[in-house]
């Protein structure tokens, strides 16, 4: 089942905020909707709010009511504003609206031609994103060896994606190659998608996993009960820097500290060469009442004062190397990013060497 898909005409989405106690849906008819959708969380993820955002703008282009190419573009256009204002720091949201804008300027001037690319072209993205994500499964699960336990923090998973997911990917792709092995699962307050939705996951794939408070990681690195660290990325600078969840940065520095290897895992459409640094990447403050009240839990007066960066920033040598579906990125990630990203659009999809 895909996070995302498509039927006869509307979006449906798994709702990630019933999880992980009731699988349920909810439907899209409008750009609008899907825009909403993406900003309260129904859908989340990286890859899966593009791939949510590339069919928001199909469903923009059926329900304009242009009568030209000009007019639909400004439909388009609009239309674009909004779904990237949902969400500013993973770039696969931005990314996958601007491949929809070209494609519309390219596929005219008949709305019903941009009508039909908008479509084809979001169902493109999705199946491309599954066909990345199994790429990336494959290369990465050589990394993880019998008998290892990975840490892993949010939820890179199918939900986070259209299917098969990132860095939940790669346990995946080495679970179904016969290796054992366990994961440590962060429950990466305060929205808990790593108790929610990751350990959902490894259930039904039947991969070994415990959750714990995100404040324990150092206690097991310490003891030596943590091999290798998973993380995603919701937007990759230039120089190898990563936007990750919140707490991401600090489980690098103790990985550094632990001598663990640290590997970030995405698509290359996470990586931004528009962002020289993690400077440049916007990051997303959400409400406080996330902090005060998880889930609508009240755990603090609603008046009191909190702060919820939904992300932060990992700088690049923490790194061990970026996982991607070409192959495995390493310092220095300025050359070998922009190599792999010229590579990807050039289609010369083959791995390079990993050296
Ligand atoms: O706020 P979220 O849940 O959308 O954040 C998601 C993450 O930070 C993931 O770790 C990242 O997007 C990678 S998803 C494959």
Known sequence: MRTVTWQD??????DQRCLPFELAFVDCTTHAEVAAAIHNMTVR??????????????LAAQQSAARNATELLADLNAAAEQLCAARPTAVNLAWAVEQQLTCAQQAGPEPNSVQTALLAKAQAIADADVAANRSIGQLGAPLIHDGAT???HCNTGALATVDYGTALGVVR????????FHVLLDETRPRLQGSRLSAWELEQLGVSYEILPDAAAAYFMRRGEVDLVL?????IAANGDVANKIGTYSLAVLAAAHALPFYSVAPLSTVDLRCATGDDIPIEERDAAEVLAPHGQAIAPAHFRARN??????????LAGIITEIGIARAPFTESLARFVEQAASGNTAPPQDP
């Open 231 to 235: 993380v995603g990325a919701d937007r």
């Open 173 to 180: 792709a080495a679970h179904e190659a016969g290796r054992r």
């Open 45 to 58: 993820g990286a890859p899966a709010i593009g791939a949510a955002a590339a069919f928001g703008m199909a």
């Open 150 to 152: 990975v840490l892993h």
């Open 309 to 318: 960066p939904a992300f932060d920033i990992t700088p690049a040598r923490y």
């Open 9 to 14: 005409g509307v979006l449906r989405l798994i």
